[in-house]
């Protein structure tokens, strides 16, 4: 299935054979020190920085309904984000992974991000929308 939209994110998941838990990492931009007049010029105009990862969190497909609610509850815990990766992990025997399992998870997305790995992620933007980054 092709991902155009985080909805679509769920619909995917929600066809998968096992239950699935999706895993977040909301990332925020930042500007080095040593950033050039240049690059702060574009930082300012909403280019370039570099993405962080803020916040982690897993959900069940049970605790996700749409892109807008999500949003939503974001602003509990990390209102400055520009980017959210997403990946899936998939249950067995037909129960989605524990909060548990998911722990290490997503302190390896969490390394990958902040390493620049990002391939196996889905970057999705504030509106929901896929984004290709570099």
Known sequence: MDISSFDDLLVAARQQPQP???LFAFAHAELPPDATPAQQAAFEAGQGGALVPAVCVDKTLDELTSFA???EESHQ???DWVIVFAASLSGR????PSA???EAPLQRMVESIKAGDIGAFIPFN???EPVRLG
Do not use: D, K
Request: aromatic share 10%; net charge positive.
């Open 100 to 102: 548990a399992e998911a």
């Open 93 to 96: 025997n037909g129960q989605p």
């Open 77 to 79: 815990f990390s209102l």
């Open 69 to 71: 609610a999500f949003v």
């Open 126 to 128: 504030r509106q929901g």
């Open 20 to 22: 699935q838990r999706l």
